[in-house]
């Protein structure tokens, strides 16, 4: 007789026993499992993504954004799936958490400051922002902070603030850096603008949505300087002499009704203009954006360090953090040992101006470039600058935090770009990634000031519409309740 054949190998499959095979199996799993990751909760996804090989992967491209842009040179550890610490052996963030806790607890006139310093990261006013919002509406809205005199670059804008309506060719303008100031002076922000003689006018507008109490004006005093005219809500109110047998900060404050307002300053003669502080009575908290467009971390020697010592001192900071990479890991002068040298320089020079003030490094954020077939790769360069950063950043007795890492690690940001996380150009960051970084910063900060047990107060939590993907758990206010 003869023996019977078996179809499972030999002959086509038809209709529904094709569903019986082992390779139907297999490729059912498979596509069930990928469906999991897309309809499961993050915590879950996030968990099963980390445990997939980091050999890299094809993720599905972002509408419009090519394949190979998004081939993942690693997957993502930090980001979205757990928070990377505040490295802080010496205790450099304690200002800040002892001056936040006050805050919490709404004592009288309490008000944390904190003064944000970076690159084209946080221009435009980006993850400063959103770390604002998020910690005024918990501990209260102290103010906007200082705020450029005229926009010293052409997108330099900050949400809530207008300029303009002045005579903008009527000034100079300099900057740290592609400015024309030679001397270093140039105020809190590192920049400022110069009239040129005669009459100039430049203008500040606070929308509905920025109230202040108390503006400060910053000005330089200098020899053969002229005057300053301060008008508010179209009113004249002083007018500040801005000579001097030497160059020296020159500031005045000016009590307000708690309301938005209009700034306008008037330079008779020669004047240097830094900007304005937009403040509220406390409690409350201020986080100041001092974007340094186009700047490396090492270039802040280039500054008069008494001048910015003064500038620094006149602020009195809780914090102050600097957010320095997007430049330092394209081009930090070739030489890292001496890079690190200038970087500790410029940490020391602050670490003397405010010596009772928190000090928080920010390493660089992780970017991409292509590789020779087409896939892209964080380059080494970022841990590299990031490894120095965070060697002069602890031997100045600052804290460090590692944003490459909270980002998820070096190939994170194809996984970012994927997302809309970040743009195209591998560097910067959309409105959604920045809010995605501070958000991650937050949790860190929550996190450094749990561990410190600061006693409890009157802080509240984010609430569900909180910075980052869903809720923030953990907030500086379950520290503090």
């Known amino acids: ?30 596509w069930v499992l990928v469906g999991a990751l897309v309809v499961i909760p993050s915590p879950l996804r996030q968990l099963l993504r980390r445990a997939a090989p980091a050999t890299g992967t094809i993720a599905t491209p972002a509408p419009g954004v090519p394949t190979e842009v998004v081939r993942l040179a690693g997957l993502p550890r930090g980001g979205t799936s757990g928070v990377v610490a505040i490295e802080d052996p010496h205790g450099g963030m304690a200002p800040f958490y002892r001056a ?19 690159d084209s990261l946080i221009d435009q006013d980006l993850i400063t922002s959103d770390l604002r919002r998020s910690l005024q509406k918990r501990y209260g809205d102290a103010g906007h902070g200082f705020v450029l005199a005229a926009r010293a670059w052409r997108w330099y804008s900050h949400p809530g603030i207008v300029h303009g309506g002045g005579s903008e060719a009527a000034w100079d303008y300099f900057r740290l850096v592609g400015g024309r100031a030679r001397d270093g002076r140039l105020g809190l922000g590192c920049a400022a603008i110069e009239s040129r003689g005669g009459t100039a006018s430049t203008q500040v507008t606070a929308t509905e949505a920025v109230r202040a109490s108390a503006v400060e004006v910053h000005y330089l005093r200098a020899p053969a300087a002229g005057r300053l005219e301060v ?6 109110v002083v007018t500040l002499d801005a000579a001097s047998s030497r160059p020296a900060g020159g500031f005045h ?25 937009l403040e509220r009575d406390g409690p409350g908290i201020t986080w100041e954006n001092l974007a340094l467009i186009s700047a490396r971390f090492h270039m802040l020697t280039l500054l008069d360090a008494a001048h910015w010592s003064e500038q620094l001192q006149q602020r009195r900071p809780d914090l102050v953090v600097l957010q320095f990479g997007a430049n330092d890991s394209i081009s930090y002068g070739g030489d890292l040992e001496r890079y690190g040298d200038r970087v500790l320089q410029a940490l020391r020079t602050l670490r003397r101006a405010t010596p009772r003030s928190a000090c928080l490094v920010i390493g660089p954020l992780d970017r991409a470039e292509r590789g020779p077939d087409g896939h892209l790769r964080s380059p080494a360069v970022v841990q590299r ?75 509240s939590p984010p609430d569900e519409t909180g ?10 206010g379950d520290a503090v309740q």
């Open 1 to 30: 007789m003869p023996q019977p054949t078996d179809t499972s190998l030999t002959a086509p499959v038809e209709g529904p026993s094709v569903l019986r095979t082992r390779t139907a199996w297999t490729l059912l799993w498979f």
């Open 100 to 118: 936040l806790a006050r805050t919490a607890a709404k004592q009288r006139g309490a008000v944390t400051r904190v003064l944000h310093y970076g």
């Open 231 to 236: 008008h508010v809500d179209g009113k004249h």
């Open 253 to 277: 404050r000016l009590q307000l009704a708690d309301a938005p307002h209009r700034f306008r300053l008037v330079a008779l003669g020669r004047v240097r203009v830094f900007g304005i502080v």
């Open 385 to 459: 600058v990031a490894r120095k950063q965070r060697e002069v950043a602890l031997a100045a007795r600052c804290a460090f935090w590692d944003a490459q890492e909270a980002m998820g690690g070096p190939g994170a940001m194809a996984e970012w770009l994927r997302r809309g996380l970040a743009v195209r150009d591998l560097v910067h960051l959309s409105a959604r990634g920045s809010r995605e970084v501070a958000a991650l910063l937050e949790r860190a900060l929550d996190e450094g000031f749990r561990a410190r047990g600061v006693p409890r107060g009157a802080g």
């Open 467 to 476: 910075l980052g993907r869903g809720k923030l758990s953990g907030g500086l």
